[in-house]
């Protein structure tokens, strides 16, 4: 039997199988042989001739082909666009197609691109959107790519000896020791420590024990609404990370950057030499998740951390004995402005930073 037909039998074994207590052990080795069946076998969908290259051309100005066909786009087309002064490369990919693994639609070399993704957009046809969203999620699950979700909270160690140990900071609704013994047996582990710190399901223990699924935040775009009447349109509004648009007529592309920037959570940062003013021109970009004083130096150059001048605090009184060293800062994340602050502040969006250097 192929893997296509085991895929199916395993798939079908699922549906008839009710979702109780009683069918959880069970389910959760059914979803384990899948997954690990759907690793040998990558066969995406996906709908091409939604929009996705009128989009890029008129958000960046770009030119990339349109036509009235399907599969016009048959290559990665690059383009850049500037917003909030920060530079934002966007890749117009061809359309996945069912029969990917056979090399229809190049489906294997774009999922590869979308795996290394700060941010994926998935363009949708406004009149058929639930229908195609939920499978081209379902598909992108098969994989490996996890949208708008986070790593589960789960810590799993392997060990030479000692059997299964399972442990819950929360209560289980899904899990209990026999199903993850059972989950752990199909990947041949016969010991290992398994902390719940979620109330996790079958699904995310597998995703910690395949390690390699990437969770990459999505925004799905509904073009053509110049197509749908305005009630029709105030209910797609209300899907959650969907932004409806029209990329002929550039309608509601003001929406649509803006939770681009909120979804990519970046933050501005201008820099201000001694003595003059700062440059607003060409703000220093970061993470929200790294936004540090040393972030912002490794990010200019991994040189100047080595320059920088570190703050010294008096150990009873908290003042300053050094007002020559570390940054000085202007904006929200400082209480006076401006302020004079060590490597490890951390900065707020649009804040001005002058350095001092040895």
Known sequence: MGILERIADIEAEMAR????????????VLKARLAKLRQELITPKGFPSVGKSTLLSNLSGV???????????????????RYK????????????????????????????????????????DVLKPLQHKKIIEKELEGFGIRLNKTYPNIAY????KGGVNLSATCNQSHLDLDTVRAILAEYKIPNADITLRCDATADDLIDCIEGNRSYIPCIFVLNKIDQISIEELDILANIPH???????????????????????????IYTKPK???????????????????????????KAIMKEFKQLSFNATSFVLTSLDDGALVYGTSVKYNPQKVGKDHELNDEDVVQIAKK
Not at 17 to 28: C, E, I, M, S, Y
């Open 63 to 81: 030119y990339s082909e349109v036509a009235a066909y399907e599969f016009t786009t048959l290559t990665t087309v690059p383009a850049v666009i």
């Open 242 to 268: 969907c932004v409806p648009i029209s990329a002929h007529h550039k309608w509601n592309f003001d929406e649509l950057l803006e939770k681009v920037w909120d979804y990519l959570k970046l933050i501005r």
């Open 275 to 301: 003595g003059q003013l700062p440059d607003y021109g060409a703000p220093v970009i970061l993470s929200t998740d790294r936004h540090s004083i040393e972030d912002l130096c490794n990010a200019l150059h």
């Open 157 to 160: 160690r392997k060990k030479d």
């Open 17 to 28: 199988t009710q979702r109780n207590k009683a069918t959880a052990h069970h389910l959760g």
């Open 85 to 124: 002064g920060a530079k934002v490369q966007l890749l117009d990919l061809p359309g996945i197609i069912e029969g990917a693994k056979d090399g229809k639609g190049r489906g294997r070399q774009v999922i590869a691109v979308a795996r290394t993704c700060s941010l994926i957009l998935i363009v949708l």
